[in-house]
C-alpha cells in the first residue's frame, strides 16, 4: 500500500506520535526540488521510488550473484536518504518548509550549526535506530551512496528529527513489506550494496523518469515507472540465439585446443588460456562468454585490454560477435579514456544509430560505462573498481555476475600487476568467470593470478582454471599448432650498423620490420635510413606515439594496408621491398606481417611477442626462404661477461636503451638464454624460455646478484605503491576517477595542441584556429561543440616536459579550452613553423625545445643533436623509456 500524506493523515500522524512541532515531518519533507527552484519529489516518495528501481534491477542479475545480496534489498536501498529528513538539508534546499513548521531550527541552519550531509546523517540515524556499527554494509552503503565514504560518521543531535527519521524507515518497512529489524541486520557485499543503491538512486533522481513536480505515484504505477526507466536506460537482460556452434558465430571450425579449452569453460570459474599468438584465444574467450551467457550463468561481458587502440579493434570484433549471437543485435561498449572521440564519429556517420547498436546515452559518463550489459575497453576502467577512488563500488556493481575477458596480461609490470591479481581476486567475489589471456605468462605470474589455490602446470598451450563452488582445478594441455623454426642471430652495433642489412634485405625485395626500444631509438634509425637510401628506393616509414591522432591513424593505416592480410580478392597491395621502423606499439596493436625482422635485445617474453609479426599471414611466396629476428647489441659482451658493468648507466653502452626501459637483469638473463641459439622454435620454445629468464635461481655471481637485488627493490616497491592505492571496502577519496593511477609512470609527459594559427576575439571568449592537419575550427569559452573537441584531440602529441614546458603548465592555462578538456588535462597550444616544424608556445612566442614533422613526429631538439654525435643521451630523458604512449 502506498502511504499518501493528506491533512487527515498528518493529524493522526502527529497525534499518534505526540508529535511536537520541532521539526517538518516525514511525510513533508522533500527531497527534489522543480526547475523553478519550488519543492518538489517528498522523500518518502524518492525513496521508495529508488527502492522500485532496485527491484528491477536485482531481476537483471544472474542467480549467484542476485544471491549474494539478501531479498530485503530495494528496501535496504530505499533508506539511501532518510538523512533528508534533517534541518540542514531541509534548511539549504527548502527554507521555506523549515521556516514554516521548525522556526527554532531555521538560526542554528543560518549559523552553520547543523550538517547539510544528508548522507552521514542517514548513516548516523540507521545506527542509532538498529543498533549497528559503522562497518556494516547498510551504513557504509548510506554514507557512501554519492561516491566516497567520509573518514567518520559525526553522532547527530537533532532530537524530533530523528523521531521522523525513524517514522520514514517504518514507513519504508510497510511500503515493501519488510520487517525492518532482520532486514537491516542483513549480510552483504559492501560494493554491490552501495553499487545497486548508487544506480537506483541515479535513475530515480533523473527527472525524465520521475519529474519532481508531478503527484506521488501509487505502488503499481511506480514500479511500472520504474522499469520503464531501467528500459529506457539501457537495463536489459540479454536475448541470445540458442544453441548456434563455433562454426555459426565465426564461419569457421574451432581448432583443436580451442576445441578443448571450449569443453572445460561449462561452468564459472577463474581461467588461464595461454597459447601463442595467432592462435585463437579471443575467438575461443567470446565463444565461452556466450554459452556461459546462454546458460543463465552470466549477464553480460567486459573484455578488458592492455591500450585504447587494442580496444578499439577488439571492439570491433565483438560488435561483430554480438550481431551474430544476440536476438534483434546488441550494443557493445566502448570503455576508455577517450571513447567518446569512436562513439561521436560513429554517430556522425549514422550507421550505428540506423543499426540500433549505439548504447543509449544513459551510459556515456565513465563511471557508468561498466554498467552496460556489453563492454569493450582499457584494463583501466575495470581496474579502478579496486582503487581508492570515487565511485569505485559503481564499476563493481557493473562487472559483478559478467565474463570478464583479461587480455594480454603479461604485457604488465609489477605496480599494474599487483591491482590485476586484486581485481581477479574481486571479480571471483562478485560472482564473474575470469577468462585470462596470454601468449607469454610465466608459471609465477599464473599462479599470483590465481593466489593460493593455483593450479600447477608446466605444458604449452596450457589451459589452468579453477571452477566456481566445487573450486576443482584443472590443468590441461593443448594441443599446439605446427611449429614454426626462426632463425636467430645477432648483430654487434659497434662494429657495423644494424639498418645496412635492413635495406640490404629491402633491396632484395624483402618486406622488414625494424623494432626500437625507444622513440629516439626509432628516430635516428628512421633518419639514417633515409640518409642511405636513394630517393623512393622503396617505401620507408616510422611508427610511434609521439604523432598527433590524425597522423597515426594514418600512418597505421597505410601500413596494415601495405603489410597486413593478404585480401581474399583482388590485388595484393604488398609492396615488393619496404622498411617500417617501430617501437613497442607494434607488440600488440598493429596487424604487421613482415618478412625479415630487427629488433633491439629485449626481454624474452617482449622477443617473443614480437616474432607474432614475423610471417604472420600464409602467404604463397616470400623473398627469404625462411623466417630470421636479428638481435641488435649496442656492444656484444665478452663470453665470459666479465666486462659488463653493473652499473645500469654503463650497462647501456652494451644492452642499449632498453636498460633504461627494462629490467638490466631480464635483459642479461635472455642475452645469456638465446646468445647461442642459433634457431628458436615456437611455440616449442616458448615456456622453456620464459621460465630460464624469470627463474628465481640466480647465477652465482655478483653481476647477476646486484642486478637481482636492483630489480627486486623496485618491483617491492611498485607492489607497496599499488597496495597503497587500493580501496580496503569503499572509497574514502571524493576526488574524480581521472587521478587515479592504474599505471605507474615515473616520466610525466604534457600535451601539445598543434595549430598552425590561432586568431583570439578580442572578448577573448572565442577564437578561430587552423590546426595541425589542416582542420579549421571555431572554439568557445562557453559553447561546447563535440566536432569541435575531436578535432582538437587528435592534433595532441604528448612529449616529455622541459623547463620551458614546466612554467608554461604551472602558469598559465588556456582558458578559451576549458569547454574541451580537463582541468588537469588542458594542453598548451604551440604554433607550428610549416618550414622549420619548430614549436613555439603560443602566446609567449618561447620556443619549446621540440619540433615536429609529420615524418617523425614530435622530435626533441636535443636529440636530434645527439645523435649526429651518437651520444645515448641520459637517464633523466623520458624520450628514451618505453613508449607506452599513455595509451589507456
Known amino acids: 500500500m502506498c502511504i499518501f500524506y493528506n491533512k487527515a493523515m498528518f493529524s493522526k500522524h502527529c497525534k499518534s506520535n505526540n508529535f511536537i512541532m520541532g521539526c517538518i515531518p516525514f511525510g513533508e519533507c522533500r527531497a527534489k526540488t522543480c526547475s523553478d527552484g519550488s519543492p518538489g519529489t517528498f522523500v518518502f516518495d524518492h525513496c521508495r521510488y529508488s527502492g522500485y528501481v532496485a527491484e528491477g534491477l536485482l531481476a537483471l542479475l544472474p542467480v549467484p550473484v542476485r544471491n549474494l ?72 552503503a548510506v554514507a557512501a551512496h554519492h561516491g566516497f565514504r567520509p573518514s567518520s560518521i559525526l553522532a547527530t543531535n537533532d532530537g524530533p528529527w530523528q523521531n521522523e527519521r525513524v517514522e520514514l524507515i517504518r514507513a519504508l518497512a510497510e511500503e515493501f513489506g519488510i520487517a525492518p529489524e532482520s532486514a537491516a541486520k542483513a549480510s552483504a557485499p559492501v560494493d554491490l550494496l552501495t553499487g ?41 537482460r540479454p536475448s541470445f540465439r540458442r544453441g548456434l556452434s563455433f562454426w555459426d558465430v565465426f564461419g569457421f571450425n574451432p581448432r583443436p585446443a580451442q576445441s578443448a579449452f571450449l569443453e572445460e569453460i561449462s561452468s564459472p570459474g577463474v581461467y588461464v588460456l595461454e597459447a ?46 554480438l550481431q551474430a549471437v544476440s536476438i534483434g543485435g546488441s550494443a557493445v561498449k566502448l570503455a576508455h579514456g577517450q571513447a567518446w572521440l569512436k562513439e561521436f564519429e560513429s554517430g556522425a556517420e549514422g550507421s ?152 640490404a634485405k629491402a633491396r632484395t625485395g624483402c618486406n622488414v620490420l625494424c623494432i626500437a626500444n625507444t622513440v629516439a631509438t626509432a628516430q635516428e634509425w628512421f633518419r639514417s635510413l633515409k640518409a642511405t637510401m636513394a630517393e623512393n628506393e622503396f617505401p620507408v616509414g616510422l611508427l610511434h606515439s609521439k604523432f598527433t591522432g590524425t597522423d597515426r591513424e594514418r600512418i597505421e593505416k597505410d601500413w596494415m594496408s601495405k603489410l597486413g592480410k593478404p585480401p581474399k580478392t583482388g590485388s595484393d597491395p604488398r609492396p615488393c621491398g619496404s622498411i617500417l621502423v617501430a617501437t613497442q606499439i607494434v607488440e600488440q596493436s598493429v596487424d604487421i606481417d613482415a618478412d625479415w625482422m630487427l629488433s633491439e635485445l629485449a626481454p624474452a617474453d617482449m622477443l617473443l611477442q614480437r616474432l607474432g609479426r614475423l ?158 592537419d589542416g582542420q579549421s575550427v571555431s572554439i568557445s569559452l562557453f ?24 612554467e608554461e603548465k604551472l602558469n598559465h592555462r588556456t582558458e578559451i579550452l576549458s569547454q574541451h578538456f580537463f582541468a588537469s588535462e588542458t594542453p598548451l597550444v604551440c604554433l607550428w613553423d610549416l618550414e622549420s616544424g619548430a614549436l613555439r608556445l603560443q602566446g609567449s612566442g618561447a620556443d619549446t625545445g621540440y619540433r615536429y614533422t609529420t615524418e617523425l613526429g614530435a622530435v626533441r631538439m636535443r636529440n636530434e643533436e645527439a645523435s649526429s654525435s651518437h651520444n645515448a643521451g641520459n637517464a633523466d630523458d623520458p624520450d628514451f623509456f618505453f613508449d607506452n604512449g599513455n595509451d589507456w
Not at 198 to 226: H, M, Q, T, Y
Not at 308 to 315: A, E, K, N, Q
Not at 794 to 801: F, I, K, S
Open 352 to 503: 550505428d544509430r540506423e543499426a540500433g547498436t549505439r548504447p543509449p546515452p544513459w551510459f556515456n559518463p565513465s563511471k557508468r560505462g561498466l554498467l552496460f550489459p556489453f563492454a569493450v575497453g582499457t584494463i583501466d576502467q575495470a581496474l579502478l573498481a579496486v582503487l581508492n577512488v570515487k565511485h569505485s563500488f559503481v564499476r563493481s556493481f557493473g562487472l559483478a555476475g559478467k565474463v570478464v575477458v583479461l587480455d594480454e596480461v603479461h604485457s604488465y609490470d609489477a605496480y599494474t600487476g599487483t591491482l590485476l591479481d586484486e581485481l581477479v581476486k574481486r571479480l571471483r567475489e562478485l560472482g564473474c568467470t575470469v577468462i585470462i589471456l596470454s601468449a607469454t605468462l610465466t608459471a609465477a605470474r599464473r599462479a599470483a593470478l590465481f593466489g593460493s589455490d593455483a593450479p600447477a602446470g608446466d605444458g604449452y598451450p596450457l589451459l589452468a582454471g579453477v571452477r566456481a563452488g566445487t573450486e576443482e582445478r584443472i590443468v590441461r594441455s593443448l594441443e599446439p599448432p605446427p611449429s614454426r623454426s626462426v632463425r636467430l642471430r645477432w648483430i654487434d652495433a659497434s662494429a657495423m650498423s644494424p639498418l645496412e642489412e635492413a635495406v
Open 783 to 806: 559553447q561546447r561543440n563535440f566536432k569541435v573537441t575531436r578535432a582538437l584531440y587528435v592534433n595532441l602529441v604528448q612529449v616529455a616536459p622541459n623547463d620551458t614546458l614546466r
Open 69 to 140: 545480496l539478501p531479498p530485503e534489498t530495494p528496501f535496504l536501498v530505499s533508506l539511501h536518504d532518510v538523512g533528508k529528513v534533517s534541518p540542514g538539508f531541509e534548511g539549504k534546499y527548502f527554507i521555506k518548509l523549515l521556516r514554516k513548521y521548525a522556526p527554532s531550527w531555521e538560526s542554528l541552519f543560518i549559523n552553520g550549526d547543523v550538517t547539510t550531509d544528508h548522507a552521514t546523517i542517514g548513516a548516523r540515524s540507521l545506527q542509532r535506530r538498529f543498533g549497528l556499527l559503522g562497518d556494516h554494509p547498510l551504513i557504509s
Open 196 to 236: 545497486i543503491t548508487c544506480v537506483a538512486d541515479w535513475i530515480a533522481s533523473d527527472e525524465e523518469f520521475f519529474p519532481p513536480n508531478e503527484p506521488p505515484l501509487s505502488s503499481d504505477d511506480g514500479r511500472k515507472r520504474a522499469a520503464n526507466a531501467l528500459v529506457q536506460c539501457g537495463f536489459v
Open 615 to 772: 610471417w604472420r599471414h600464409d602467404r604463397e611466396a616470400r623473398p627469404v626462404s625462411e623466417p630470421e629476428l636479428a638481435v641488435v647489441c649496442a656492444r656484444m659482451p665478452a663470453d665470459d661477461l666479465s666486462d659488463l658493468p653493473s652499473d645500469t648507466k654503463e650497462l647501456e653502452s652494451f644492452f642499449g636503451r632498453g636498460v633504461w626501459v627494462y629490467a638490466p637483469y631480464i635483459l642479461l638473463r635472455t642475452f645469456e638464454t638465446l646468445r647461442d641459439r642459433k634457431v628458436v622454435c615456437v611455440p616449442d620454445d616458448i615456456r622453456p624460455l620464459l621460465e630460464i629468464v624469470y627463474s628465481e635461481t640466480i647465477p652465482d655471481s655478483e653481476l647477476h646478484k646486484s642486478l637481482y637485488a636492483d630489480m627486486k627493490a623496485k618491483a617491492a616497491k611498485l607492489r607497496q605503491l599499488a597496495r597503497m592505492g587500493e580501496a580496503d571496502s569503499l572509497p574514502t577519496r571524493d576526488d574524480n576517477e581521472e587521478s587515479a593511477e592504474t599505471r605507474y609512470n615515473s616520466r610525466p609527459t604534457v600535451s601539445l595542441l598543434l595549430v598552425r594559427d590561432l586568431d583570439a576575439a578580442a572578448s577573448r571568449s572565442a577564437a578561430s584556429a587552423t590546426l595541425l
Open 276 to 321: 601463442p599468438m595467432g592462435m585463437g584465444k579471443t575467438e575461443a574467450a567470446l565463444y565461452a562468454a556466450y554459452k556461459l551467457v546462454e546458460a543463465g550463468c552470466h549477464s553480460g561481458l567486459y573484455f578488458a585490454l592492455p591500450t585504447r587502440l587494442t580496444s578499439d579493434r577488439i571492439h570491433d570484433r565483438v560488435r561483430a560477435f
